[in-house]
């Protein structure tokens, strides 16, 4: 017999009787008045920073400030097409150069401060990760009160890849002291539109 | 991996507390964890319902198991996930050295999977010659230094930034005595971004498969999974089969209560969700039996299954926290560790299940409500019945019942102690006749029992 069909055989055997699923009622979790205050302490709280504007063109101004004090900036926003494009097919030890990207979000988190991107926002799976510093731009009407909520918003089957990302990357696997810029970006900017 | 003789816990124990200071710091930074998975946790007032929900979803799908199994496999399929079943260790680590060298790779980087470790993955690629390098900080200092991860999410918990510094001066090549975390993170960034750039394979664990979807979610907060993963041309994820859950709302219960309960984080920086192999990788997924199904026929302790390794039941345990990780000898430590392992293999394990006071704290801050306390004291009467526990021990105990159940013989086995205490204090202040003297002094006996004062006394 093949591991499969043993592996599955002796669970049917061995099972439990069949429980019901509990209906998880999203009126009973926790409510926030001010979803913008409550994203913005979670996340700054987690070593994430929260920057609201009114016009995305403040944005692109940054963007064009970085990059003219020298530094390589992916933006996955704002782009031409075709400097996107490249940098789908972009390999790691280039990538790996990137100073800052810059990448759409597409629902905010209040009680974590997590933003949930999408395959095609961040247009190379790596980018997020292997950046040295992150901006993701996510409007903010787009935020929700709970993990049950963006779970509602979101389509998880729709992509091929997605993530919910909450601040910098970070470690205590050092005497348990916290140190921002583990492996992936060593900063998170989000700026609410 | 070092090969010695295993100490049974309390042995192991017994050496790791001879360095008071480093014991109690073991101790309160632990604790420290605890509190504040109960700062989070207290930030919800939905906590005990979401624990309720969680506990629920899990008995549901460990009762449909096999169905939800057969769902994840034709989604996982269909995505292009190629899906491999294995039913021991063996297998499991069979299938991942095939894939590794039908495509000639020697050099893989690893995410952290406690399945890994139960299986021994490590060795035994690097028998056949792969290099394997763990990506997740703590796990990389431990196997920089041929030791075992102590914890399941703080894996050098039981080490000084002093040693880290050691180690990696020896290995990275730091400045000697150079104790700065952020200094020493640092250069392990450096020397791990080598490693994802030029490894064409990356294994990662799994937190939560998802039947409905064929796709499956990892967290961490290094983001060392999402860095090996989508640098590599090839991903293979492995994970217990009890990682099935039915659906992706279910995710949102889960991912709400793992990192509350692991670090009191509100969530893991990186939850990364893998649905598709992106355009040009190879994505494979190990599903692995190694005992499970064993444990889900025994009615007593098939709800160990339910665990989503937050490890909140280390942090909060008096034992762990003062015996370290590595006085359990498993891959899995703690009390969840005591009640998985004796279904591994009992007469190795045997030890594990009276490695705890039975005080319950475990099964009071456990996220799915494994009555982790009650398992462990049922373990007990297994193993003593299995003939597992030493003789001493046996006798010990028949003799103490023997005595608790003649309420004559145990006033004057009371007098007779109480007297010995007095006259001879030399025979129980002693290390050597009473093990119970080792950490504790003796109280001063007293003058008469309990019965004896209520009788003069009501």
Redesign the interface.
């Known amino acids: 017999m ?3 069909n ?3 055989s ?13 209906n ?1 009622d999203i009126q ?3 409510s926030y008045k001010d979803l913008i205050e409550q994203f913005t302490n ?1 996340l700054t709280g ?1 070593g994430g920073m929260v920057v609201q504007i009114s016009d995305e063109q403040e944005i692109i101004a940054t963007i064009a400030a970085e990059r003219a004090a020298g530094n390589w900036v992916a933006d996955t926003l704002w782009d031409t097409t075709d400097a996107i494009d490249k940098l789908r097919f972009q390999s ?2 280039s990538l ?1 150069l990137i100073e800052k990207t810059y990448i759409k979000g597409t629902v905010g ?1 209040a ?4 933003i949930w991107i999408q ?1 095609h926002q961040m247009v ?3 980018l997020p ?2 950046c040295q510093h992150l901006a993701i731009v996510l409007p903010k009407e787009q935020l929700v009160a ?3 909520h ?3 918003q979101i ?3 729709k ?19 916290l ?1 921002i ?5 060593r900063s998170l900017v989000v700026y609410l539109v | 991996m070092t090969t010695t003789t295993i100490k049974d816990h309390a042995t192991a124990a017994a050496a790791f507390i001879k360095d008071e200071p480093r014991t109690d710091w073991h101790d309160d930074t632990l604790w420290f964890v605890r509190q504040k998975r109960d700062k989070a946790a207290h930030s919800l007032p939905e906590w005990e319902q979401l624990r309720n929900w969680a506990s629920q979803i899990k008995n549901h799908s460990l009762s449909n198991l096999d169905n939800y199994l057969i769902e994840f496999e034709a989604k996982a399929t269909a995505n292009g996930i190629k899906v491999h079943w294995a039913a021991n260790a063996e297998e499991h680590n069979r299938i991942i050295y095939n894939i590794i060298a039908a495509n000639g790779i020697n050099k893989i980087v690893k995410s952290k999977s406690m399945l890994t470790e139960e299986c021994h993955l490590n060795p035994y690629l690097q028998q056949q010659g792969i290099e394997v390098v763990d990506t997740d900080l703590g796990e990389r200092i431990v196997q920089l230094r041929n030791e075992p991860p102590s914890h399941i999410v703080l894996p050098a918990i039981h080490l000084k930034k002093q040693d880290v510094s050691e180690t990696f001066h020896e290995h990275l090549h730091t400045e000697k005595g150079n104790n700065d975390p952020q200094y020493l993170t640092e250069a392990a960034r450096h020397h791990l971004r080598e490693k994802f750039l030029i490894s064409n394979l990356a294994i990662t664990g799994v937190n939560f498969a998802v039947a409905e979807t064929g796709g499956f979610v990892v967290c961490t907060n290094e983001g060392n999974a999402d860095m090996g993963a989508h640098a590599a041309k090839i991903h293979i994820a492995c994970m217990g089969f009890e990682k099935i859950i039915p659906k992706a709302e279910h995710l949102g219960v889960f991912l709400r209560l793992l990192a509350r309960s692991a670090t009191g984080q509100p969530i893991t920086t990186y939850s990364s969700h893998f649905q598709k192999p992106r355009e040009g990788q190879e994505m494979h997924i190990v599903i692995v039996d190694n005992g499970r199904s064993k444990q889900l026929g025994r009615p007593d302790f098939r709800n160990s299954l339910k665990c989503i390794r937050c490890a909140a039941c280390f942090n909060t345990c008096p034992v762990y926290r003062r015996s370290g990780g590595h006085s359990y000898h498993t891959a899995v430590a703690g009390p969840i560790g005591s009640i998985l392992n004796p279904n591994l293999d009992m007469k190795a394990n045997a030890d594990l299940p009276f490695a705890s006071t039975l005080c319950g704290s475990c099964s009071n801050v456990c996220p799915v409500k494994i009555d982790i306390h009650d398992q462990l004291w049922k373990w007990r009467q297994v193993v003593v019945a299995e003939g597992y526990v030493a003789t001493s021990k046996k006798w010990g105990m028949k003799g103490m019942a023997f005595v608790l159940a003649n309420p004559s013989i145990y006033r004057i086995s009371g007098k007779i102690g109480r007297w010995v205490m007095r006259t001879f204090p030399f025979l129980t202040n002693n290390k050597t006749f009473n093990p119970w003297y080792k950490q504790r002094e003796m109280p001063t006996p007293p003058k008469q029992s309990f019965t004896e004062w209520y009788k003069n006394n009501k």
């Open positions: 093949s591991a499969r043993q592996i599955l002796s669970i049917s055997k061995n099972k439990p009787e069949l429980t019901e699923l509990p998880i009973q979790v926790i979670t987690i790691a030890e790996a988190v009680e974590n401060g997590a395959e190379n799976r790596l990760f292997i709970t993990m049950h963006a779970y509602a389509d998880i089957a992509v091929g890849f997605g993530a919910f990302i909450a601040g910098p990357s970070k470690t205590a696997d050092i005497e348990q002291s140190v810029g583990a492996h992936g970006a």
